[in-house]
Structure formats: structure tokens, C-alpha cells
């Protein structure tokens, strides 16, 4: 609790497969998960999680992935529930009831990822495009992100690294503002994956710095930089100095963050 501004920090972990610290239980990949077609059993491995998690003083898990994967030769199948929709979404809400419990008091935040597409990519490989029409958008891949959002309340979502239709997930209003917040009603908060807002700037290039790309992320949705802060440091600062961000937008965000902790205890 002892942080410059006197706000208690949320403390993160993975926990894709169990919580990811030594002595923590192992659990089996999520690919496996899904071959057991039991919502009940993958619930109580989640309570196990999150028991585990608050013990050591952790509040939110980067965890499950939502992803549905089409191509296997995508590195990171196994993280996945598989290709089939409805199960993924019924593993996958089993898995958030358990890591957020009744009452989010002595709950974890479970952190939905990756918004979207991700396990789409182009040709298999990581980061690549997701070339997904409006429709299959919809019905396949944004089909367990609603379920979790509307079925279970969760409380936390991950953008994907890749972009549909030549816009990167990390800066869609489409995605994070009409779909996300204004159709589903989601109140809870929007992270960022590993340096995705950095790569607005490096990778994807739709930003011409560090400065632009966080203005783009945060006006687009993204409200926590993860892993560390970065975009949203000193370059998110000289944004709001100049102007390029309003208040409102940047008070919003604060109100929601904020919100989600107290509502931890």
C-alpha cells in the first residue's frame, strides 16, 4: 500500500496453468483443460488458483485466454481451449467464476485475452494480421469474450497483439469503445498486453512515437500499461500537458481503475 500516491497497487500474476511462482500448483495447459468438457472440475482448479494467488498478496490473473485457435501451427495452442466456441466460452466462464468467487472482496480479477482474434492469425505465426470477416468476428471469436462479459462479469480484458483490418486491437475504438463498452456494457478495466502500446510505434507503426501511441491506446480503451510503464510515462504526460488527451478521457479511466480496486477490498 505504500505507493507515491497513496493508492493501494492491483498485484498481477500469471496464471495460465496454476499460479507461475515457485512452490505454486501445476496445473495442466488449457488445451488439456478443454479435453475434459467439465465446467465443474475446471472451476474448482480456478478456486485452487485463487486461493494460491490472495495468499501471496495477489489481486488480478492474466488469465484465461479466450482465444479461439483455427490454424495449430499458432505457438500458442496449447494456452487455448481449443477451436470450438461454445466451449470455449463454457471452460472458460467455469474458469472465471472459480478465479473471481462470489464476492471480489477475496476474488482475483480474471483478465480475458486476447481481445481479439489473436488465435486467427495469418499463416500460424504470432503478431501477424487476423483476416477475419465482420460476421465470423461475431459468431466465432468475440463469442466467449461476450459470454464472460455478460454470463459471469468479468472484470478485466487483454487486448490481442494483432490488428483486423489493417487496425490494431490495442488501438480499436470499434473493439474497446462500441463493442466492448457501448454493446456489452463491460465496467470492468482494460490492460494492455506485454508492450502492445509500444508497438503502435515500433511495430505496427501507426503511431509516429511513444507519445502518439499512447494517446491512440488510451483513447481507444487501453487503460493499464502492462508490464511496466512505458508509453504511459512520461510521453502520456506530455500528451495531457499539450492538450492531445482531454481530462475527461484520462478521469474516466482513473474512476474506473480506482473503482475496481476499492470493489477488491
Known sequence: ENTRLGIPAIVYEECCSGLMTRDATLFPQAIGVASTWNPELTEKMATVIRMQMRAIGAHQGLAPLLDVTRDPRWGRTEETMGEDPYLVANLGCAYIKGLQGDDLRNAVIATGKHFVGYGNSEG??????????????????????????????????????????????????????????????????VVS????????????????????????????GIEVELPSTDCYGEPLKKAIEQGVISTTDLNAVVKRILSMKFRLG
Not at 470477416?133 to 464472460?148: K, S
Not at 508492450?195 to 481507444?220: F, G, P, R, V, W
Open 124 to 189: 500460424g505465426m504470432n503478431w501477424s494480421p487476423s483476416p477475419i470477416p465482420d460476421r465470423q468476428l461475431y459468431e466465432v471469436f468475440l463469442y466467449p469474450f461476450e459470454a464472460a462479459v455478460k454470463e459471469v462479469g468479468l472484470g478485466s480484458i487483454m487486448n490481442s497483439y494483432s490488428e483486423i483490418d489493417g487496425v490494431p486491437c490495442c488501438a480499436s475504438k470499434k473493439l474497446l469503445r462500441d463493442i466492448l463498452r457501448t454493446a456489452w456494457k463491460f465496467d470492468g478495466i
Open 193 to 220: 498486453d506485454y508492450s502492445a502500446i509500444n508497438m503502435l510505434y515500433e511495430y505496427h507503426q501507426t503511431a509516429k512515437d511513444k507519445q502518439e501511441a499512447a494517446n491512440q491506446a488510451l483513447c481507444a
